[in-house]
């Protein structure tokens, strides 16, 4: 079910979205991974594969400092808006101006990711 | 959004419902856990912090197998399908015969993501 | 340092060792991960970094459970041994007869740590 | 083993000690969890089992950033000192000048990892 219907407790709406983004992003990329793996040539480029495990590792990690109401949360959610940035820039690049539907879906999620994350960490600055 | 709302590759419906279920259940633990240890007392019972740890990392670990489609998530989920067992009833018996409500509602979510996770290991049996 | 140098609490000397066993592979399949993928070729076989993806991330869950002295630990050194077999089957495949130095190491971490997760399993049956 | 003898990829040994002190302080900060929760009092205060999960995710989640040679570890090193600098202070405050063990080796654990991940995110910036 969406997070908004979870009964977490002292999560605002705005953390409970960008929790949200952060979980559905890390799932994406890391079901992208198996997919741009199985796709090969430009698709399995080495820094194409290690950007979207880095950007799927740097969600959860997100999302769990979040969850866990920690006072790093938005240190950490800073260097994730950059990630997610850079994996949905590569991740356009291999999407074949759109045509690639699981790549265009991808960028769009890290993009979506990168801007909850930026607000989240710009909101404790 | 909902996890049925993501473009994912090569992920069938009962999988995707278990990936949400676990992700869910990881995200409720992990709230709950904040929770307990705020409340003290009983709650805050080592045995009891510990399973809503290792019911927080075993739902995670299951969704990432499931969404790499990996060979082994079936017996992965078959392990966490017993670990959130544990948790439901343990949260169970915190929760004041329901009337805490964010203990139901972890107990109850636990219990939902086991019946999935049992389904997804006996299917691959 | 060596784990055995920690001062960790109510770990025995045998699970310190798979400890440090499941640690060290986790290390080693990530940067295996990434030695791969450079390689490019068979080396980049979607099934083999998956397999690597998976050991990296089983052999982290298990070492957590263990360090947190979980009642689980065992069911999940269990399916660890499966998992770190299957991943030094296949890292030996790469291995060019033993001539690929990364892939020949990775194997042997594979298999060590297979050796001493299907003993901590069969040490709670 | 220490992962100095482990036959890591492009990982130069500075980074190598990083990535050991990483895993060496994600190991004894859950463990201490554990011991904490079991100690009860002041050392299960909320605010301080919350910085141990937060320093033992964020050391992993810094390993994984190094291991995988991730252009983002520095970024990832520079945020993970400030955790470990804030749970080495509260591990001190919580060991009776010393005189408990288990919180006087997490402390010291947790300021050598703050250093050598300052000195990362130095490096590169």
């Known amino acids: 079910m969406p997070i908004q219907q979870l009964t977490l407790s002292q999560i605002s709406q705005d953390v409970q ?10 799932s994406i990329c890391l079901n992208t991974t198996a997919y741009c793996l199985q ?29 866990r109401s920690s006072d790093f949360h938005a240190r950490f959610c800073g260097v994730c808006a950059e990630v997610c940035e850079a994996c949905a820039q590569d991740c356009d690049r291999h999407s074949d101006d759109g045509a690639d539907t699981p790549m265009k879906a991808c960028a769009d999620m890290c993009r979506r990711c990168a801007a909850s994350c930026r607000q989240m960490s710009m909101a404790m600055a």
Chains 1, 2, 3, 4 share one sequence.
């Open 39 to 67: 796709k090969g040539g430009h698709h399995a480029e080495p820094a194409h594969i290690k950007l979207l495990m880095d950007c799927a590792q740097s969600c959860q990690n997100s999302a769990d400092f979040m969850l």
């Open 17 to 26: 979205q960008c929790i949200q983004n952060c979980l559905d992003c890390h």
